[in-house]
């Protein structure tokens, strides 16, 4: 059970380039957290990039809220990927029809595939929507995630809905490396799907606007995730983005250090 390897195992069971390079960092920076870079200020991004760079393995970014985007931005970006040993993850959502969401990806005033390692879509198009990214996204090794659940109150992503998207990702095994989960299930023969898993939180349980907030070890040992995508939990109410950060690596790490040792 992929749950029981640890990162660096794992990364030997992709083919994708993106997965296993992301699998071969997590172990080498020891680091399972991902940062919700969640700012609408081109400066304040960068800085918070820059401050939280050495304790994260994924930079997760929502590039269209950003008043003040440029491609100086994207450069900036990038360096700092290279300084700080991370990778990037644009969380757009994709949920368009095959041709449109390729338009989405490619073109634009972002050109997401240009820059973004990982990226990811909602399975209700059906699967052409997996079709489309992937005819951009494959050429330039890139890689991206199915959003088989959510984290949110009332989501409709459950049952049988999480299931076809399952099915979906182990058809397209070469560019669907894992899912937005709140929960490993896809432990088949051949499957190693990353897991990635919001609605993390050491302080608080919920933000009142529906987003539910779980302990990390909960996330990581009690239901198998593998990486924890933190956002106010880090930079919110003032905090110290770097001191916060080293302290959900650690839960983070710890966790899956237990997890891979039962
Ligand atoms: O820690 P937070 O609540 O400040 O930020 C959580 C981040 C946000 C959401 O857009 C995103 O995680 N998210 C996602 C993703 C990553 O796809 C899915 C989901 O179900 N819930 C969720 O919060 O940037």
């Not at 960068?46 to 985007?69: M, Q, S």
């Not at 994207?74 to 040993?85: E, G, I, R, S």
């Not at 896809?186 to 779980?214: H, N, R």
Request: with cysteine; net charge neutral; hydrophobic share 40%.
């Amino acid at each position: 059970m992929s749950a029981s390897l640890s990162y660096l195992e794992r990364s030997k069971l992709h083919s994708n380039p993106t997965a296993k390079a992301f699998l071969e960092l997590m172990e080498r920076k020891k680091s399972n957290l991902s940062v919700a870079a969640d700012l609408n200020k081109k400066a304040a991004l960068i800085e918070l990039a820059d401050k939280v760079g050495p304790y994260i393995c994924l930079l997760k970014t929502h590039i269209d809220v950003v008043e003040d985007f440029d491609q100086d931005l994207v450069d900036q970006l990038t360096a700092l990927a290279k300084k700080h040993d991370f990778m990037i993850f644009e969380d757009r959502k994709f949920a368009d029809i095959g041709n449109t969401v390729k338009l989405q990806y490619g073109s634009g005033i972002y050109k997401i595939a240009s820059w973004s390692d990982i990226t990811n879509a909602h399975m209700v198009p059906g699967e052409g929507i997996v079709q489309g990214l992937r005819e951009v996204g494959l050429p330039l090794n890139r890689a991206m995630l199915l959003l088989a659940e959510m984290s949110s109150a009332g989501t409709l992503a459950k049952g049988d809905y999480t299931v076809k998207t399952v099915e979906v990702a182990r058809k397209y095994k070469d560019f669907v490396v894992g899912f937005i989960a709140m929960e490993r299930y896809a432990d088949k023969e051949g499957d190693d799907f990353i897991y990635m898993t919001p609605g993390v939180g050491l302080d608080q349980t919920s933000d009142g606007m529906g987003q539910q907030w779980k302990h990390p070890r909960e996330v990581v040992y009690d239901r198998g995730c593998d990486v924890i995508i933190v956002g106010r939990g880090i930079y919110g109410n003032g905090r110290d983005a770097a001191k916060e950060a080293k302290r959900y690596q650690e839960a983070g790490w710890n966790a899956y250090v237990e997890r891979i040792s039962k």
